[in-house]
């Protein structure tokens, strides 16, 4: 069967929006500028690590919860699920603060209005992301606030404090914050990759009975207000920064431009305005990577 080469692979718009659900390492250029991150997926080995210590403390406290209080067995799975569910309802507003915060970016970046309406549009961003953080405040608050029912639980029945009631308070506080940090990341990371996996698998199997998606689209952004000076280079073969004729500073990109290889392209750069230009040019790029699908083969 003919194989396609992954380099020239570029997945689907579905698994491009699956990248704002995952853990981000924000980019900072200097006070005025930072970029949040779009196509990255960090420490996903960390939360993964995370969620079996999760596992581990789950079992032991409700085990132990179980065996004082011989509950029936699906009181204390209920229980689990129940902090992964609030951790998953944590996680989705997240996507509305990451989203908020490329809105502010685009607000700040927009030469093309008036100061007025860039203020409002500034304000609207900040306020979208002040709002859905608050929705994740609420739910990481109710899973601290089942800890502690889990804790008043077991302590209510066992009825006094010794090691074992020390052990399982501290499995449960554990487990709580680990929820808290790693258990929405890890969730949609692992529901981004399965994805991710499918779309690269169509790709390469040209044979598959399955749509296959074409190579990724070339783009191509123009780097404003970029008249002389900057650094052209290439990243991996496949991404160029490139002066053309007209004078003009050019960012030429095939499939998706991951945010590492963006920050090679800032970091060659020698000034800091010249890292904001290029950082604005390859978001720019990004934005539109994401929004457009690569079509399928008939």
Not at 116 to 121: F, I, L
Not at 251 to 280: C, P, Y
């Amino acid at each position: 069967m003919a194989k396609r080469k992954l380099a020239d692979f570029e997945p689907s718009t579905r698994v491009k929006s699956l990248y704002l659900y995952t853990r981000k390492s924000p980019y900072k250029i200097d006070d005025e500028v930072t970029l949040p991150g779009l196509f990255q997926t960090a420490f996903l080995r960390f939360d993964a690590l995370a969620f079996v210590g999760i596992l581990l403390g789950e079992v032991y406290g409700l085990f132990n919860l179980y065996k004082v209080a011989q509950f029936e067995i699906y009181m204390p799975i209920g229980l689990f699920l129940a902090d992964v569910f609030f951790a998953v309802l944590a996680h989705i507003p997240r996507r509305v603060a990451l989203e908020a915060r490329m809105d502010y970016l685009v607000a700040k970046w927009n030469d093309a209005i008036d100061i007025k309406t860039k203020n409002d549009n500034v304000a609207r961003a900040l306020h979208k992301e002040k709002k859905s953080k608050r929705w994740t405040r609420i739910w990481e608050a109710a899973i601290i606030g089942l800890a502690l029912f889990k804790i008043l639980l077991f302590f209510g029945i066992y009825g006094r404090f010794d090691g074992i009631t020390l052990a399982v308070i501290l499995s449960y506080v554990i487990v709580a914050l680990l929820h808290v940090m790693s258990t929405g990341y890890f969730v949609f990371g692992l529901i981004h990759w399965i994805y991710l996996k499918s779309d690269e698998n169509k790709h390469l199997s040209v044979g598959s009975s399955e749509s296959i998606f074409r190579p990724g689209r070339e783009r191509q952004t123009t780097i404003m207000g970029a008249k002389d000076g900057l650094v052209e280079t290439t990243v991996n073969d496949k991404h160029h920064l490139e002066r053309k004729e007209s004078n003009e500073y050019v960012l030429r990109t095939t499939g998706i431009l991951m945010d590492d290889e963006l920050h090679t392209f800032i970091n060659v750069q020698r000034t800091q305005e010249q890292k904001k230009l290029v950082a604005r040019g390859g978001f720019e790029q990004q934005r539109e990577i994401r929004q457009t699908d690569i079509p399928k083969e008939l």
